[in-house]
């Protein structure tokens, strides 16, 4: 899985193994059974579904060479949602008009915006966090950069609202 995501690495794809099972569990006993979830995340659906093709393969190559049986299964799979370009150009606009440097962030994560998508234009701004964390108890962004994103939030609704009268 990691040699994978990194061949697609310049790409932003980010493979996970988020859950790994082993079945009877016991420290002394070899598993009859293991199973393990991949989440992987990617900038074009192509892109994705390359990957996991390849993690497949790889992984019936070795199942092959062992003699072991594997079996895949989807559970999950949400097309990749482009954000619009006109609402990230006035994002961008407005974060610099209040002195930050904006950064282009692809984000895999599931979002509100991939549903709000399906109904309008739809774009999302990150505020920066210490260390790159968030959606963990450590995650903290400064009073700083929670001003920042304020002021160009609201440097954007006046811009949108310009464009959009």
């Known amino acids: 899985v990691e040699a994978v995501a990194k061949q697609y690495a310049a790409d932003a794809m980010v493979a996970t193994v988020g859950r790994i099972e082993a079945s009877p569990g016991a420290v002394n006993v070899i598993p009859g059974r293991v199973g393990f979830t991949v989440d992987l995340r990617a900038t074009t659906d192509a892109r994705r579904r390359a990957a996991i093709e390849q993690i497949q393969s790889e992984a019936a190559r070795i199942a092959a060479r062992r003699k072991l049986d594997v079996a895949f299964e989807t559970f999950h799979d949400t097309a990749t949602t482009p954000c619009d370009r006109h609402l990230q150009a006035l994002l961008q606009a407005a974060i610099e008009a209040v002195g930050q440097v904006p950064v282009r962030l692809p984000s895999g994560a599931g979002?509100?915006?991939?549903?709000?998508?399906?109904?309008?234009?739809?774009?999302?701004?990150?505020?920066r966090c210490r260390g790159g964390v968030s959606h963990n108890p450590a995650e903290y962004a400064s009073p700083q950069d929670i001003g920042a994103a304020v002021a160009a939030l609201v440097d954007f609704i006046a811009r949108f609202a310009q464009t959009h009268g």
């Open 111 to 127: 979002h509100d915006a991939q549903v709000m998508a399906r109904l309008c234009p739809a774009a999302m701004m990150f505020v």
